[in-house]
């Protein structure tokens, strides 16, 4: 985030560091928006969309915390991240809810975190982290009971909610041993890695790029980012399921962050997405 939050907030016709907390602008992490100093309910969710924000404030909050995973709003299939509109923060700060953004350290938790939600959802027995990420990993190796691969899908589905999945490579009959990247997985070193750890599954937000950057050297880049993930695609012996960017973050919002919000008698509500790939 110490690249995308200047990137994004470039758009926004405010200055992110004159109206977020010093911390954040020095970490992007942590408390991001200081609206008021008491909490009676969190709000949970994996970015700041414009839906997620509406439905949150046509809810009447006030007295609140919003705890994203990413602190920017995020077009997939579009621009990327983007920013929280100024009209956004003055209703925020108006209503007296704060934010908290935690991205980096969730990613990387063995405990608590995005992957380690999804472990706990598939029943995963972690082997191995993988690809360094912050003080710790973005990617969990492991294993699950052999399963049929079909069956497999149709649980991913449930667990995350989505009605569509992005599936390619080899749809081989089962799967045992899988790779876990919640969020962006489109790194096509990425999925060499788990191809070279005899994974059967590469298990991951979004294994194909979508967004269009506006500078020529960002277009470049996930030019050939999406021409050698088409020819490892088409080459590969796994299976690779994407359940959206938003969708596989989402996850540890509505499992572990729920639960340890209420065990510290605070109510939070997971707020989902209304098209998790947009």
């Keep these: 985030m110490k690249h995308w939050v200047p990137k994004a907030c470039a758009r926004a016709d405010y200055d992110y560091r004159e109206v977020f907390e010093a911390g954040f602008c020095e970490k992007y992490n942590g408390l991001m928006l200081n609206a008021g100093t008491d909490v009676e309910q969190v709000f949970c969710s994996a970015f700041a969309t414009p839906d997620v924000v509406k439905s949150i404030l046509d809810a009447g909050a006030t007295d609140a915390l919003l705890f994203l995973h990413h602190p920017l709003d995020m077009e997939v299939c579009g621009a990327g991240f983007l920013p929280i ?22 990613d990387c938790h063995d405990e608590i975190g995005t992957n ?17 990420y912050g003080l710790g990993y973005a990617g969990r190796i492991g294993t699950i009971e052999r399963e049929k691969t079909n069956s497999l899908l149709k649980k991913i589905r449930e667990i995350f909610g989505v009605s569509r999945l992005e599936v390619g490579g080899c749809l081989n009959a089962e799967v045992k041993r899988m790779a876990i990247v919640a969020g962006g997985g489109d790194e096509p070193d990425y999925l060499k890695q788990a191809y070279d750890n005899s994974c059967d599954m590469y298990l991951t937000g979004e294994w194909y790029p979508r967004y269009m950057p506006e500078d020529d050297a960002g277009k470049e880049q996930v030019a050939r980012m999406k021409e050698d993930i088409t020819e490892f695609s088409r080459n590969t012996r796994m299976i690779l399921a994407g359940v959206s960017h938003a969708a596989s973050e989402f996850l540890v919002m509505k499992t572990q962050i729920k639960d340890y919000f209420e065990s510290k008698s605070l109510p939070a509500t997971p707020v989902p997405q209304k098209d998790w790939w947009r």
């Design 85 to 106: 509109p100024r009209s956004v923060i003055e209703e925020l700060q108006k209503r007296r809810i704060s934010i908290y953004s935690c991205h980096a350290p969730l």
């Design 116 to 132: 380690a939600a999804i472990v706990q959802a598939l029943g995963v027995t972690v082997e191995k982290s993988y690809i360094e």
